[in-house]
């Protein structure tokens, strides 16, 4: 079957409930159906032109994380089998197969847990002018791109869709919350996450700079949520070309914005359009990153 490059999805069987970045999402009454398109957005704009493939690779990472990492904290994940899915889903098949999950609804957390390992993008420029990330000192002297001594905890909000999400404190972060025990609980679960996620990755080629976590609470119950580890949440580097000093090569969409950054554009709608050229090679990362970190090229 000819796979087809999914912009957008309009079912109307079934009930839209919101449009993010990157996924659709569908109220399905006792589950949600996430549908992962293959739209791309840098600087918090969509880009006009979809990658093809680009949905269906993150969502064969995100599968695999998620039964990877649930020794550490359950997931919302029911099946990315689409003969689970509830008849009105039938229909869809064709667009939905290996690019949708059905999964548990739960209350989203107002935050994202972000890890960093490594002294890169936002992180590296409050580091040089500061000599901190988000109110944690760092020993003086690193460079862009250095290994921390161990890896840190920096949540940042969770904006509005076109809106930029703003760096906060721990502090704040309880603030937000409004739960002490919750706040501790998350930072721990984000670095143990990281950890073992970084134990996996490196043998097999690929650095995780940094990467970003999202949960949500079912009857009182934390769930790991949306995606895990994917080259949009995640800064990839190849380990055969780390040199700390500079920037990194990337598995990641960091090319689209290197090459964004190279034009005259003020960040902000409507985008820039973007070469063929471009495209295919941020597809090929994306595709890149699937295989080493799983083994496995799309079915």
């Given at each position: 079957?000819?796979?087809?490059?999914?912009?957008?999805?309009?079912?109307?069987?079934?009930?839209l409930l919101s449009r993010g970045k990157v996924r659709d999402i569908y109220d399905l009454?006792?589950?949600?159906?996430?549908?992962?398109?293959?739209?791309?957005?840098?600087?918090?704009?969509?880009?006009?032109?979809?990658?093809?493939?680009?949905?269906?690779?993150?969502?064969?990472?995100?599968?695999?994380?998620?039964?990877?990492?649930?020794?550490?904290?359950?997931?919302?994940?029911?099946?990315?089998?689409?003969?689970?899915?509830?008849?009105?889903?039938?229909?869809?098949?064709?667009?939905?197969?290996?690019?949708?999950?059905?999964?548990?609804?739960?209350?989203?957390?107002?935050?994202?847990?972000?890890?960093?390992?490594?002294?890169?993008?936002?992180?590296?420029?409050?580091?040089?002018?500061?000599?901190?990330?988000?109110?944690?000192?760092?020993?003086?002297?690193?460079?862009?791109?250095?290994?921390?001594?161990?890896?840190?905890?920096?949540?940042?909000?969770?904006?509005?869709?076109?809106?930029?999400?703003?760096?906060?404190?721990?502090?704040?972060?309880?603030?937000?919350?409004?739960?002490?025990?919750?706040?501790?609980?998350?930072?721990?679960?984000?670095?143990?996450?990281?950890?073992?996620?970084?134990?996996?990755?490196?043998?097999?080629?690929?650095?995780?700079?940094?990467?970003?976590?999202?949960?949500?609470?079912?009857?009182?119950?934390?769930?790991?949520?949306?995606?895990?580890?994917?080259?949009?949440?995640?800064?990839?580097?190849?380990?055969?070309?780390?040199?700390?000093?500079?920037?990194?090569?990337?598995?990641?969409?960091?090319?689209?914005?290197?090459?964004?950054?190279?034009?005259?554009?003020?960040?902000?709608?409507?985008?820039?359009?973007?070469?063929?050229?471009?495209?295919?090679?941020?597809?090929?990362?994306?595709?890149?990153?699937?295989?080493?970190?799983?083994?496995?090229?799309?079915?």
């Amino acid at each position: 079957m000819k796979q087809l490059t999914i912009r957008e999805t309009n079912f109307p069987e079934l009930h839209l409930l919101s449009r993010g970045k990157v996924r659709d999402i569908y109220d399905l009454g006792e589950h949600l159906l996430l549908v992962t398109t293959d739209r791309i957005s840098a600087f918090d704009v969509i880009m006009d032109e979809p990658i093809p493939e680009k949905g269906r690779v993150l969502t064969e990472i995100s599968g695999f994380w998620f039964d990877h990492l649930i020794g550490l904290v359950p997931n919302h994940l029911v099946s990315m089998d689409i003969a689970d899915y509830p008849p009105e889903c039938q229909p869809y098949a064709d667009i939905l197969a290996g690019r949708s999950m059905l999964v548990r609804k739960c209350k989203p957390l107002p935050v994202e847990c972000i890890v960093r390992g490594f002294l890169s993008g936002s992180g590296w420029k409050e580091y040089k002018e500061k000599g901190e990330i988000q109110g944690i000192k760092l020993s003086p002297g690193l460079v862009e791109s250095s290994r921390l001594p161990k890896p840190i905890f920096t949540p940042s909000t969770k904006a509005e869709l076109g809106l930029h999400d703003e760096n906060i404190s721990f502090g704040r972060m309880v603030e937000i919350l409004e739960d002490q025990v919750l706040a501790h609980r998350l930072r721990e679960i984000s670095l143990d996450l990281y950890q073992k996620a970084l134990e996996w990755a490196e043998p097999r080629g690929i650095i995780i700079a940094d990467t970003k976590f999202e949960f949500g609470l079912r009857r009182r119950e934390l769930l790991l949520i949306d995606e895990v580890l994917t080259p949009d949440s995640s800064r990839f580097w190849p380990k055969s070309t780390y040199k700390p000093g500079g920037p990194q090569k990337s598995y990641d969409k960091q090319y689209l914005r290197d090459y964004l950054e190279s034009l005259k554009w003020n960040k902000q709608p409507p985008p820039p359009p973007l070469p063929t050229e471009v495209i295919t090679i941020t597809q090929a990362k994306y595709l890149e990153a699937l295989k080493a970190l799983t083994g496995e090229e799309l079915p």
